[in-house]
């Protein structure tokens, strides 16, 4: 069965039978067809921060194909910067378990989370980062007289007469006159250890170090997409998009300030938010909207899961409510990273060939000849993100639980950031008590 992930705004019918190219298409065609938004620091319509604003269909695997199409279907290059002042960039991460597994709805949300930090990193990566490379080749060969001979050592010499005086001795007696000459009669049992001598050696290994720390401010994502493969493995893609004027509006929403950022007016923030639990299930992430009075707000969707199976309600509801309180920390933290996150990445990546040739000698004597050819890739890497910003301004809005067709009981959160709560919860905070009586008349 195909999930239909919503990447913004309205959702729009789309016919199972239409390709993803085509609903891409059609949806950027509704995008150049938006009213034109009044001024403020620089007009910005709800579709065009949200992207094409539809259903798209990602079947089987097709996460990849889902990308190209997106970004022909919006005439976009996936980390350079469009005619609008956009960026966009793509990530993607398989579901770590099946379907059948108890935790599977946990894990699709995580594997939103990784998919959407991918896309985060290539931001800060390709804005922010710096690279040390470097390459090394070694050579070493000893092709001297008597290089492939294995010098004989005074203890192996020792060994090997005390071998020869010792054969016709029988177990008891061998033992007594080794412990009379002071050698461990374990240690004379153990073969002497194999010896391996390196003939030639030729390596080529080159290491590169990644460092970038910035801000990722103003990154939301405007597209989701899953792509099946029908047997259980669940891949997310997700479509980000980064914007100065988007950075401005996160600047301004954490400080609680007046958005410079502005639109024609809308509509209410609720009609913006689906009533179907169905439909919310199908909501990560963070989107942008514009409401009645043309200012903007944020709506942030949360999902968890519980995964009890048993018959005790009391037992259900307890998870359940376990459910719904790591929903709403995920939908809060969406919105914090967007006011104000901040990305470090350091890797290190080190890879090469290592050609070799040796010969060995074993335990009783025995030579042999050893080629080996090792592959070498190394990965070191480490992506920290993180923000840190006021709640003021933020709300929950009614939460739902759906089950899942996998059959996993999902709790959804929405947690919506208005200027009018911005501005009420600041009233709350700066209130001080009042100097003189009022008059009572």
């Known amino acids: 069965m195909s999930y239909l992930y919503v990447g913004a705004v309205a959702l729009l019918l789309l016919s199972p039978a239409r390709s993803i190219a085509e609903n891409v298409h059609d949806a950027a065609a509704k995008v150049g067809a938006t009213d034109s938004a009044k001024e403020r620091a620089g007009a910005l319509d709800a579709e065009t921060i949200n992207g094409e604003a539809v259903v798209v269909l990602s079947a089987g695997g097709r996460v990849e194909e889902a990308f ?37 709805g946990k894990a699709r949300v995580l594997a939103f989370e990784r998919a959407l930090l991918e896309a985060q990193t290539a931001f800060v990566r390709y804005s922010y980062g710096s690279q040390l490379a470097e390459i090394e080749k070694r050579f070493f060969q000893d092709a001297s007289d008597g290089a492939d001979e294995f010098p004989v050592t005074g203890d192996a010499g020792r060994l090997s007469a005390l071998i020869d005086k010792a054969l016709a001795l029988t177990d008891a007696v061998l033992e007594k006159r080794l412990a009379e000459l002071g050698v461990d009669p374990e240690e004379f049992r153990s073969k002497p250890a194999p010896q391996r001598k390196k003939l030639v050696e030729d390596t080529i290994r080159t290491t590169t170090l990644t460092r970038a720390m910035g801000d990722m401010a103003g990154m939301f994502p405007v597209q989701t997409f899953e792509g099946s493969d029908g047997k259980g493995t669940h891949t997310i893609g997700v479509v980000a998009m980064y914007s100065p004027k988007l950075r401005q509006l996160a600047d301004d929403t954490r400080r609680g300030k007046t958005p410079l950022l502005a639109s024609v007016p809308k509509k209410p923030l609720a009609e913006y938010v689906p009533n179907d639990p169905a439909t919310l299930a199908d909501q990560f992430g963070m989107r942008v909207f514009f409401d009645q009075r043309g200012e903007p707000c944020l709506v942030s969707y ?32 969406y919105i914090t990273l967007f006011q104000a996150g901040r990305l470090r990445l350091d890797s290190e990546k080190e890879v090469g060939d290592a050609i070799e040739e040796a010969i060995l000698k074993d335990g009783d004597g025995n030579l042999s000849s050893d080629d080996i050819t090792r592959i070498i890739d190394r990965t070191n890497e480490r992506v920290r993100a993180s923000g840190k910003a006021d709640l003021i301004g933020r709300s929950q809005l009614p939460s739902r639980f759906f089950k899942h067709p996998s059959g996993h009981e999902i709790a959804i959160v929405a947690v919506a950031w208005t ?20 008059d009572r008349s």
């Open 68 to 104: 190209e199409a997106y970004a022909r279907a919006k005439g976009i290059r996936y980390g350079t910067e469009n005619a609008n002042g956009q960026f966009y960039f793509q990530g993607s991460e398989t579901i770590s378990v099946d379907p059948t597994n108890a935790q599977w």
């Open 302 to 333: 949360g999902q968890w899961s519980h995964n009890y199976t048993g018959t005790n309600e009391r037992t259900r509801e307890r998870r359940r409510e376990a459910a719904k309180a790591s929903a709403l920390e995920r939908a809060d933290s």
């Open 419 to 438: 200027l009018t709560g911005a501005e009420s919860t600041a009233r709350v905070r700066d209130w001080k008590p009042e100097q003189q009586r009022r």
